[in-house]
């Protein structure tokens, strides 16, 4: 019967790094996006101020929550996989 | 309104489904397994999977939902962009490699996996039931909504042709066909919503979008020394009744035999009356559209620009627009939005539709539908917790994080959530323009703002209108596919098999999966002829809203805080499920569902994640800290 896990599962020595690690990067996303409906409750006129390249605040702040998530997200991986190929490989040669 | 079938996009259609199927087929060959049906054998690839999580995650709602939103109140649409993709922020910094880590099948499995807890087992399959199914209804609307002017089928049809084939796919090969519907469907979403959003850029603004577009008739008007309201010119229009609502005045007139209701308007230039868009339905249950039959086609499509400004100067037309001018030009110019009202009048009762010219800088930032400006403190708080729920909700849907079960491991887990976030967020930009560009091409449908893309699409030409209304049709495909696997796996794996402990055989278990994904696609079939013109996106943010209550919480708190018991998981879950649909039901939207007002609604927010989220929370806390103690004494 296969009712065990879909994959094999391996001991993973850069968890708790990269548990950290996320969890900083979600603060940090997560206060800047709080910063985006905090202007839309407290402020909502500052939503249609024309910042850069004629784009007012609103698209502005919309977009760049958009692609800072992929940039964040692309970053991330970089140093898991980082923590990841460092900490394993050098535990398994101990 | 009435369609005309396109015979191009019937066969286009027809071609998709024979490819799905013949998909589905050929993998039902290859899984023998419960690991094969309902998590892929643990073996697609991270790329596979990151364009299959996007298929997954851009639903109906994505596509079609958040474009007609855009068309129809501008900026505030596109929040529901912004929020979706930043929940892909909590998924993959904080659950995507422990839920990998945790679990087996289902998200269930990784609940449970430190407790071995028969009451996690059941609160949290039937919690993936619940968020499965109100995340399944507005799929079902929109391919009800699709299927109208793609084949020409009433609405009914068409959520029984998505329902059938959708149990088709899981049926057959699980997991695994369900994976390679959902990546082809995602991988076209993206390429032909890039095009779409080319055609618009190319076109620019125009005062006059297209040929057929229909320009509404505005009448001047005076009064008479009676104070009645007289047309100025000889004009063929003949005054037959008035009504008055709260600060709003129609007035009933005639031409050529035909009566349609008109709004008046007063402003520098004078007093005027503007044709309405009107649906008349009268004791008998006979409908007009605009004073005729539907059949007569008088109900336009509408919504254009009636001041172009380009580069500060007004134009008829601004010709081709990059992606940053398209969105300047729009803040600058004017555009004629449609604004929805009713009355009784006599024994008939009126839904109308008046034009009002909007000004481009309040459609390009929020407002026009979540008011913000001059706000109450209860509508501040209604934005703030749909955003709320947006953020978390992406992270606890059960139907996404089945897809963690796909890959071989961790990291292929985090890569592939990276891919679908790069494709989700291209897309999300994407539909900003599609939305913009649908307000100001003519096109829209006031009946179902949910047809807006592909109507859009329409205006450029059959061939683009076939293939959009093809994409739409399989990303209706590929979600409820996915969410069928999540429910049938809830219901064979986490109730049948673990919960009530039924003895199964490998393969038993593999058939059970099969008779619940009929059962479920059977109830959403009902439930999306009965829920028939909600907007997609307003249903899909309360499922957000009942998976980050019912979900997020029990997640969060047991990657991160120790003290957390197996009753407080499921105390929390039930808290989330109760409090998140109770809140729902008391809410002004479902209140004006019921036929009464929405300030009778009990409670004043037409989101509940403010509200459930903390208190989920809250049970988790409390009853974790009470059942620790009582074990310890």
């Known amino acids: 019967m296969l009712h065990g896990p879909a994959a094999k599962k391996e001991e993973d020595k850069a968890a708790l790094r990269k548990s950290k690690l996320g969890l900083k990067l979600f603060l940090v996303y997560g206060l800047i996006y709080a910063g985006f409906v905090g202007v839309g409750v407290f402020r909502p006129e500052l939503m249609g101020v024309r910042v850069v390249w004629g784009l007012n605040l609103a698209i502005f702040y919309g977009f760049g929550l958009i692609i800072l998530a992929i940039v964040m997200g692309f970053l991330y991986h970089l140093a898991c996989s980082r923590l990841e190929d460092n900490l394993n490989i050098r535990k398994e040669k101990k | ?633």
């Open chain 2, 1 to 633: 309104m009435i369609y005309d079938v396109s015979s191009l996009a019937v066969i286009i259609f027809i071609v998709f489904v024979a490819l799905v199927l013949l998909l589905s087929f050929y993998f039902a060959g290859k899984t023998k397994t419960s690991s094969g049906y309902f998590a892929a054998g643990g073996t697609i690839h991270w790329g596979v999977n990151g364009i299959a999580f996007a298929g997954d995650y851009l639903s109906a709602a994505s596509f079609l939902g958040i474009a007609g939103m855009i068309a129809f109140a501008g900026y505030d649409g596109f929040l529901y962009s912004i929020g979706f993709l930043a929940g892909w922020v909590v998924a993959l910094f904080v659950v995507a490699e422990p839920m990998k880590r945790m679990g087996t099948f289902t998200f269930t499995d990784a609940l449970d996996h430190k407790y071995n807890s028969r009451s996690i087992k059941f609160t949290a399959a039937v919690s993936t039931l619940v968020v499965s199914i109100f995340y399944l209804i507005p799929q079902m609307v929109g391919a009800g909504d699709l299927v109208v002017p793609i084949l020409g089928l009433p609405h009914w049809a068409g959520v029984v042709i998505v329902g059938s084939v959708v149990i088709f796919i899981v049926a057959t090969a699980g997991m695994t066909s369900t994976t390679y519907v959902q990546f082809l469907k995602g991988g076209l979403l993206i390429i032909f919503s890039v095009v779409l959003t080319f055609y618009i850029l190319r076109k620019g603004l125009e005062t006059d979008p297209n040929p057929e577009h229909h320009h509404y008739v505005s009448l001047g008007v005076t009064n008479n020394p009676f104070g009645e309201i007289i047309l100025e010119d000889d004009s063929q229009y003949v005054i037959k009744e008035g009504i008055s609502t709260g600060n709003d005045r129609f007035y009933l007139l005639e031409n050529e035999g035909i009566s349609n209701w008109f709004h008046l308007v007063e402003n520098e230039e004078g007093m005027f009356l503007n044709e309405m868009l009107t649906i008349v339905t009268d004791a008998e249950g006979n409908i007009l559209y605009n004073g005729a039959p539907r059949t007569e086609r008088l109900f336009y499509q509408v919504g254009h620009v009636s001041r172009v400004i380009s580069d500060g100067e007004e134009v008829e037309s601004s010709g081709p627009s990059n992606p940053f001018n398209f969105l300047t030009r729009i803040e600058d110019s004017e555009i004629v939005r449609y604004i929805r009202t009713s009355f009784d009048f006599g024994d008939s009762s009126v839904v109308a539709w008046y034009p009002e010219i909007t000004s481009g800088t309040d459609i390009m930032k929020p407002g026009l539908f979540y008011r913000l400006e001059g706000a109450s403190l209860m509508e501040k708080l209604n934005f703030v917790s749909l955003m709320l729920a947006l953020f978390l909700g992406t992270a606890a849907l059960p139907h996404i994080l089945i897809r963690y079960y796909t890959v071989p491991s961790p990291r292929d887990a985090r890569k592939s959530t990276i891919v679908a976030i790069a494709a989700i967020g291209s897309f999300y930009i994407l539909t900003l323009y599609m939305g913009l560009g649908a307000m100001v091409n003519g096109v829209l449908d006031m009946e179902s703002s949910n047809m807006s893309a592909p109507l859009l699409a329409r205006s450029f030409g059959l061939g683009i209108f076939a293939m959009i209304s093809a994409v739409a049709f399989a990303t209706v495909l590929g979600t409820v596919s996915g969410l069928i696997v999540a429910s049938s796996g809830a219901i064979a794996h986490d109730l049948v098999d673990k919960f009530f402990k039924v003895k199964m055989e490998d393969r038993v278990k593999v058939r059970a999966g099969k008779i619940a994904a009929f059962v479920v696609g059977t109830l959403g079939i009902i439930i999306g002829i009965l829920l028939r013109g909600m907007n997609v996106s307003f249903l899909v943010g309360l499922a957000f809203a009942v998976a980050a209550s019912a979900n997020l919480p029990a997640i969060i708190m047991i990657l991160f805080w120790d003290k957390t018991t197996g009753r407080g998981v499921s105390a929390s879950i039930v808290m989330g499920i109760v409090s998140s649909v109770l809140l729902i039901l008391l809410s002004p939207s479902l209140f004006e569902r019921y036929g009464l007002a929405r300030e009778a609604a009990l409670f004043p927010m037409d989101n509940p994640g403010i509200v459930s989220i903390p208190l989920s929370f809250l049970t988790l806390i409390l009853v974790s800290l009470y059942t620790r103690k009582r074990v310890k004494q």
